[in-house]
């Protein structure tokens, strides 16, 4: 089971980049996906999430009207659209992937924001 997330870096505020996460070993279509973030000494939080058929997403109220979460289950990929960023967006940010009680999660890609 691999979760390997890109497009990270660094970017200026008001700045937009596009996370993605390709996933393989499991079957990328039956689990609800995530992108949470963290800080160091922080916890992790959720920042936006999607149904297994795109049908329903939800969003941290930090990130609403900012970022999408989408996904392509033909290329088992999810992906974070992030816009409009902020210095406090800095973070490292993870995919992550649940079936009832199997989860999974990326190794993680940093974004930075800042001047």
């Known amino acids: 089971v691999q979760l390997v997330e890109s497009g990270g870096g660094l970017v200026q505020p008001g700045g937009s980049l596009r996370l993605s996460c390709a996933a393989s070993?499991?079957?990328?279509?039956?689990?609800?996906m995530s992108w949470y973030r963290q800080t160091p000494g922080k916890e992790r939080e959720l920042v936006a999430a999607?149904?297994?058929?795109?049908?329903?997403?939800d969003y941290a109220d930090s990130v609403k009207g900012r970022f999408t979460i989408s996904r392509d289950n033909a290329k088992n990929t999810v992906y974070l659209q992030m816009s409009s960023l902020k210095p406090e967006d800095t973070a490292v940010y993870y995919c992550?992937?649940?079936?009832?009680?199997?989860?999974?999660w990326g190794q993680g890609t940093q974004v930075t924001v800042s001047s």
């Open positions: 992550f992937a649940q079936l009832l009680v199997i989860k999974y």
């Open positions: 999607i149904s297994t058929t795109s049908s329903s997403t």
């Open positions: 070993g499991f079957t990328f279509s039956r689990y609800a």
